[in-house]
């Protein structure tokens, strides 16, 4: 059934497609709107280009897109270990500079309220020095590519998880 709607359907196609050139052969003259012959004047032909506007024409611009908010940028914390390569213990803010094993050398501040710990025993930033072991746990600010140190460990057992 569908079969034979489809050979109907490309039939009456075939049909309208045969029938619409012998049709515009028949009203070849062009007829006023109100139904008399005109004669056989040929209409003018359109233009096929669109008139450009004038300078005296306004011409409107594309609106602009509506501002988009840029996304809100929140610090994340990360935990890197590795091995004292630096401290700027009187610099303001204190710095302290660490390498991982693979070389890579970050520069973290160091804050009054970050904690420095061995073992059970609280020290102070000027008492590390290059060579000691630790693991940083830091606040990355996003936005302003700042690094803060909340904690760091010192000792063998601060790099055992890197």
Request: glycine share 8%.
């Amino acid at each position: 059934m569908v079969r034979m709607i489809r050979l109907v359907g490309i039939f009456t196609l075939g049909l309208v497609l045969v029938a619409a050139p012998s049709f515009a052969e028949e009203s070849a003259t062009p007829a006023d709107p109100a139904g008399v012959d005109v004669g056989s004047e040929a209409a003018p032909a359109a233009d096929p280009v669109p008139a450009l506007p004038l300078e005296s024409e306004a011409v409107s611009a594309p609106a602009a897109p509506a501002p988009v908010a840029p996304p809100v940028l929140k610090p994340i914390t990360i935990t890197f270990s590795g091995e004292v390569a630096s401290v700027a213990a009187a610099e303001n803010p204190p710095m302290i500079t660490i390498q991982d094993r693979y070389g890579v050398k970050k520069e973290i501040s160091v804050p009054s309220e970050a904690k420095v710990t061995a073992g059970t025993a609280s020290k102070a930033l000027a008492d590390l020095k290059g060579g000691d072991k630790v693991t940083v746990e830091y606040t990355y600010d996003v936005a302003t590519g700042k690094r803060t140190a909340q904690t760091i460990t010192v000792g063998e057992a601060a790099t055992a998880g890197s």
